[in-house]
């Protein structure tokens, strides 16, 4: 997370705010990059972070580091993932609380890979901000994807209420609900 100064006619409101910087992927299955942490990453609570070497970062910002946060895939979830990865720009979506006091720190809750669990969430009026995945991460969740995907059977389409019946001449068809005529039983 970085909290970077406010400038301009809002800065008289509010001097910083929280953005959502990066997510670093500290554990992975094999064949996926992590990254470094600078300290255990099982360790609670959270780190104070260099900006990465020629990042373009404002005068003033600050980055924190926040370890610990899982990303667990689940297989009846695989739409959303597939959703994911065949978005334009494949992404992870952290949900995250304001701080509760001015020198606070803001409480990353949860990361995910899936298109519906940050959809949830918005729908809920949570605080969600997205970040590019790194393409191994994407490969990796496409094959996942597509092995874990059941499309849902298709279910006959049911007539549209609003347009009127017909017969297969294209004459409106009748529909009575009263005594049979012509020779039935009375």
């Known amino acids: 997370m970085r909290r970077e100064p406010v400038r301009g006619p809002m800065a008289r409101w509010q001097p910083w705010r929280w953005v959502l910087a990066d997510v670093q992927v500290l554990q992975a299955p094999a064949g996926l990059a992590t990254a470094t942490w600078p300290v255990a990453a099982d360790e609670a609570g959270p780190v104070p972070l260099e900006s990465a070497a020629g990042a373009a970062v404002p005068a003033g910002a600050q980055h924190w580091g926040f370890a610990g946060l899982p990303v ?3 297989p009846e979830d695989a739409e959303g993932y597939l959703l994911n990865v065949t978005a334009p720009a494949p992404c992870f979506w952290v949900l995250w609380r304001e701080p509760e006091g001015d020198d606070g720190l803001p409480q990353p809750l949860i990361v995910t890979l899936s298109y519906h669990d940050a959809g949830r969430w918005l729908d809920a009026q949570e ?7 790194p393409a191994d991460v994407v490969a990796w969740l496409a094959d996942y994807a597509r092995r874990h995907h059941r499309p849902e059977p298709k279910r006959r389409a049911r007539p549209a209420s609003f347009q009127p019946l017909t017969d297969r001449f294209g004459q409106p068809a009748r529909i009575s609900t009263g005594a049979t005529r012509r020779g039935g039983p009375a």
Not at 127 to 133: G, L, T
């Open 72 to 74: 667990t895939l689940h």
């Open 127 to 133: 605080r969600v901000d997205q970040v590019p995945a």
